[in-house]
Structures are given as structure tokens and as C-alpha cells.
């Protein structure tokens, strides 16, 4: 062979060998990431050629795809909804979809790897390609009921399943019809979609997992009672200094209770009566005593700091790191930077209602294939231990305490043990309060755990709380669910 015949092989050989490196990469290695990435329009517009699989509630579709006599060929339809706009999302013409559209599109699609051979036995059969259907958590009854409960409030409810991290409601308000966002006109698509983006109350957020988190306000103290308890230095009955007033230290901030004054009578008062009452002052001491971070150490085996996967992604609550004392006062009755989703403060509780354990949220039971077999099945799974078991019982006490003699005391169910803690957050000098309640029932035998979050005060301003707001929507819930 000449010189010139060699050269020539062997850069032929290079190149060769080049290509085949670079397609086994493309193709084995960076598949997930390349389909993932949101500038990748392949499978969107790929499903757009198949009838993607429904996303089912209770064997209902709540997103199904019907033909459509234009060059998509079908067209995405969501039955009532704005009632599951923020779990299902939407998957339109132009631009990126949204919620479990998004995060579950391979499967819905019929581009995931586990349907190849699905895809190849309706190809050699004649049957039209079609995606995996998804079976989502999420209860009817406890879905409308926290639809209707939360009314024409801005906020969110969120029901979870204790014992398995299950999501049974998620409503977020003001909201959207996602059948406005798949129609098969861009232009369309986009002008819809600027004006909901240019909407002040924020439609397109989804309030129960992410957007402007707001301050969790006296929810938080759970988290605190959970770190002081399992300090081994405190029990219920701890006291602390009672004053009508707290002046943090090096600083002209000064503390006050709910309503003004002591925490009760007394020159002192317990752990288990702040709770009770949710008074800011001895959280305040009890907090600056405790330290930011054994605060922030008891918050992240809550799972704050932490994004989970439902599998649409939620944003992480936060409890910030570096705090000095008086910003460790503050951070111990839910405010200073401290914020928190709906979803995550259901976590807390759901979390003191299984004994201590953490279940990672999740929205999924079941994803299948056209021909019923099962592609992937979603069992409850453990984040990890966040308290004992006998701290968990023993707050599970206090926050019934709460609710029987306290300040939830309007969620009180008649014949039914609840236990729960409200919080009324600030946001500036002069803003609405944010009101809250978390919690769950029966309290002897948990089987919901809820969160409401109500912002703008509830149309009060300044003069709502969470006693008088959100207790009485996650009572309306609950009633529901346990009489279903």
C-alpha cells in the first residue's frame, strides 16, 4: 500500500471511529439530558403525532387526548381544568409544557425507553402509536372539597397521606384553564399565555410548591418545638421568661405577642402553653437559646433547604444559614428570611403524624402502558427520620391542645380528634398578613394531614389571622374526607 493509500485509511479509520463515538455518547449517554433539555422541541412535537396517554384520577381522565382533524393530528383536552391546572400543567404547540405534562412527558409521549417494545409490537400489529396513561394520587372528594373550601381566597390547600407521602388534594388559586394554552394556534398560545404572565395575581404559579414563597410565620414553631424536644434539654413543661415585651439584643426590634401582652399569666411560662397560645415572645427566647443551627439542622430533616421530586419538581423552602441572634429570634416564630411552601409545612405535620418519620411527597401511584402492563409503580419511601417516635407523640399532644383550647381552636371537629397549629405571618410594615394552618386527623389514628395557606390576609389585610381564615377551610376539608 502507498503512502498516500495508507494516509487516507487511516484518516478514514479516525473518522469512522470519531462518529461512533460521538452517536454512542449522543445516543446512550446523553439521551435523558438532550430530551430533557427545554430547547429540545423533538418530543414535544413527536407528541403531538401520537394520542398520548390520559393522566387519570380514580380511573377519570383529567387530560386526555381526542383526533383532531389539523396537521397535529390530536388535541390535548383537561376536563374541569382550572380544578387540575397546577398538577396537571399543559403541553402546548410553542413553548415549554408544565407540571406532570413536563416532568412525565417521555411516558405520555410514548418516547420513554420502557415502551420500545410496546412501540415495536403496535407498529408490526398496525395499531397507532399511543403514550403510557398516568394514575395520579390525588382524591376527588378531597380535591373538590379543598377547591371549594378555599373558595375566591388566594392561596393553596394541600391533603397528604401521612403514612405514605401520597398527595390527595393540591389546589392552587387564582388559576388557569389549561385548554386555553393547547389550542393548535400559536399566536394563540402566546397571546394567552403574555396575558396570564401579565396577570398581578400570578395565575400560572403554582402556590402549593413554589413561586414567592411567603414567610411561614407561627407554623414554623413546630419545627422549633421538634428541635428543642429533641435537644434532650427541654420538655413541655420548660419555662421561659414571660414579658409583654422582647427588645432583641443590640438592637431598638422589639417582640410582641399575638394581641399584645404576656403569654398567659404567670411571671413564666411552659413550652407546651407558647405553643398552645402560639406566642411570639418565648419562641423568640427559646429560639436565640437554641441557635440557628440546631434550628436549621431540625428544619432540613423536615426536608427545607431541599427540592423534591412528585415528580414535578418543587421548589425548596428555605431557613437560612448565618443568622446572628436577634435574626435567630426572629427566624423561631417563622419570620425574618425564613419561607415556606404549602406542600412543606404538610410535610411537618404529616411528618409528626407518622412518628417521626419523613415519606417523600409524591403525586403518582402508577404509570402504564397501552396494553395495561405496568411501566413503573410509585410506593411510599422514606426521606428519613426527622424525630423520635415519643417526640412525635408528644407534639402530636400539644398541637390537639392547640386546637381544643388554642389558637386553632376553629378547627375543631365535632367527635373527631384534631391536631393542628395556625400561624399568622408578616410581610412588611404595612402589607397583608400571609395565614396559615397545618395539621392533620383523626389525631389518635392519622389518616389526612393538611395544609392551607391563605395570602393578601385574606382580603382583611392586617386584620386576619390564621385562627379566623385558614382553621375553618382546612375544617371544611377534613369534614369532607373523613365522611366520604
Known sequence: MNRELKRVSIFSLLMFVALFVSTTVIQYFAAGDLAADPRNARTLYASFSVERGPILVDGTPVAFSQPSDDDYKFLRVYPNGPLYAGITGYIPVNGEATGLESSLN???????????????????SGQDPMGASVDIAIDPVAQQAAWDALGDYQGSVVVTEPATGRI???????????????VHDGAAVEA?????????????????????MNPPGSVFKLVVTAAALESGRYTPESTFPNPGTLTLPGTDSVVINSGGGTCGGGATVTLADALRLSCNIPFAELGMELGDDAIREQAEKFGFNHEFEIPTTTEASVYPRGLDEPQTALSAFGQYTVRATPLQMAVVSATIANGGI?????????????????????????????????????MTQMMVNGVESGAASNARIDGVSVAGKT?????????????????FAPADNPQYAITVLVEDGGGLGQEGYGNLIAAPIAKQVLEAVLNK
Do not use: C
Open 423 to 439: 400561624g399568622t405571618a408578616e410581610n412588611g410594615e404595612d402589607d397583608p398578613y400571609t395565614l396559615w394552618f397545618t395539621g
Open 358 to 394: 419523613v415519606m417523600n411527597p409524591n403525586l403518582v401511584d402508577q404509570i402504564t402502558a397501552p396494553d395495561f402492563t405496568p411501566l413503573q409503580e410509585f410506593e411510599g419511601s422514606e426521606f428519613g427520620r426527622a424525630i423520635s417516635e415519643d417526640t412525635a407523640k408528644t
Open 106 to 124: 417521555e411516558y405520555l409521549s410514548g418516547q420513554d425507553s420502557s415502551q420500545f417494545f410496546d412501540k415495536i409490537n403496535r407498529l408490526i
Open 192 to 212: 394567552t399565555y403574555e396575558g396570564l404572565l401579565a396577570d398581578p395575581s400570578e395565575p400560572l404559579i403554582n402556590r402549593a410548591i413554589g413561586g414567592d
Open 168 to 182: 390527595l388534594a393540591m389546589v392552587t388559586k387564582p388559576t388557569f384553564d389549561p385548554n386555553s394554552m393547547v
